[in-house]
């Protein structure tokens, strides 16, 4: 019986370990008009923002996440710009669909929130849409404060938490 339960547990791990090799594309940094031009958009582990990556030119990339003011949905002059070049970018791309992660600091209550990432998430498609992005080309989901990239209770670290991450789909 033993060996019956110890054989079972073999095969579920195996099981399991064989459901995570999926052959999933992953999202893709989208890059300025500049950077695009000289290399084609490649796979990313990570969405767009996040500490910036070093490219084969040793060059940084600049870091691509919309950061929002506490309790708010506004687009900062910041961000503006930002999503311009990422407009631009999906025009040269266009296959390419969009995935914007409204997300939050862990300041307020999972449902206040999921809803105000959600609306930091759509102020981010409602500017694309007004540059020429087609709406099937964008898709929003709000994380609230389920996954913070940076650590620390401090200002700044929930100031970086506050914020719409952009991933190729």
């Not at 370990?17 to 490649?42: I, T």
């Amino acid at each position: 019986m033993v060996r019956r339960i110890a054989g079972l547990s073999v095969l579920g791990l195996m099981a399991v370990g064989a459901a995570d090799c999926s052959h999933e594309q992953k999202p893709a940094v989208v890059k300025p008009p500049a950077l695009a031009a000289r290399s084609p958009v490649r796979p990313a582990s990570r969405p767009l923002g996040g500490p910036p990556a070093v490219e084969e030119t040793g060059k940084t990339q600049e870091d691509p996440s919309i950061f929002f003011a506490f309790d708010s949905a506004l687009l900062t002059d910041d961000a503006r710009p930002l999503l311009e070049r990422t407009a631009a970018a999906l025009k040269q791309h266009a296959g390419t669909k969009v995935r914007i992660e409204g997300n939050c600091d862990q300041l307020g209550t999972v449902e206040y929130n999921l809803a105000l990432g959600e609306h930091r998430a759509r102020a981010a498609k409602d500017y694309l849409l007004r540059l020429g992005v087609a709406a099937n080309r964008i898709a929003t989901i709000s994380y609230g404060a389920q996954r913070p990239k940076y650590a620390g209770l401090d200002d700044a670290a929930r100031a970086k938490n506050r914020r719409d991450d952009v991933l190729l789909q």
